[in-house]
């Protein structure tokens, strides 16, 4: 027997631990945030599985860039990106799937 967890995940991004740790920040508004924090501050998702997207670190993905993080969308996983810090939140959200519009529509489509 099987059993199940639901989630209110729409789309999942994998965020290098390593990598991030390799940077110690870089990212969000003062530049001392890892990725998957500030994308999920950036977001406004919270945390879990009751969140409209997932946005999880995982053990090293193998990429190892030098002062870069290696991010994976679950949805299209045969393109990784490599992010710089200091990059445009909003834009890395476009890329991903994950733009604010999307979010607000799943949340409010979701409590109706």
């Known amino acids: 027997m099987t ?3 639901r ?3 729409t789309n ?3 965020v290098c631990r390593k990598c991030s ?3 110690d920040g ?3 508004p003062g530049g001392g945030e890892r990725l998957a924090k500030a994308l999920r501050k950036h977001l406004s998702l919270k945390k879990g599985r009751k969140a409209t997207a ?3 670190e995982v053990n090293c993905l193998g990429i190892c860039p030098r002062g870069a993080v290696t991010v994976v969308d679950a949805a299209a996983s045969r393109d990784w990106l490599l992010v710089r810090p200091g ?3 909003d834009e890395l959200a ?3 799937g994950l733009n604010r519009r999307n979010i607000l529509n799943i949340i409010l489509t979701n409590s109706t």
């Open 3 to 5: 059993d199940y967890v």
């Open 7 to 9: 989630s209110n995940w």
């Open 12 to 14: 999942v991004v994998l």
């Open 21 to 23: 740790k390799k940077l």
């Open 26 to 28: 870089g990212f969000g």
């Open 54 to 56: 997932g946005v999880m």
């Open 87 to 89: 990059a445009d939140l």
């Open 94 to 96: 476009e890329s991903l």
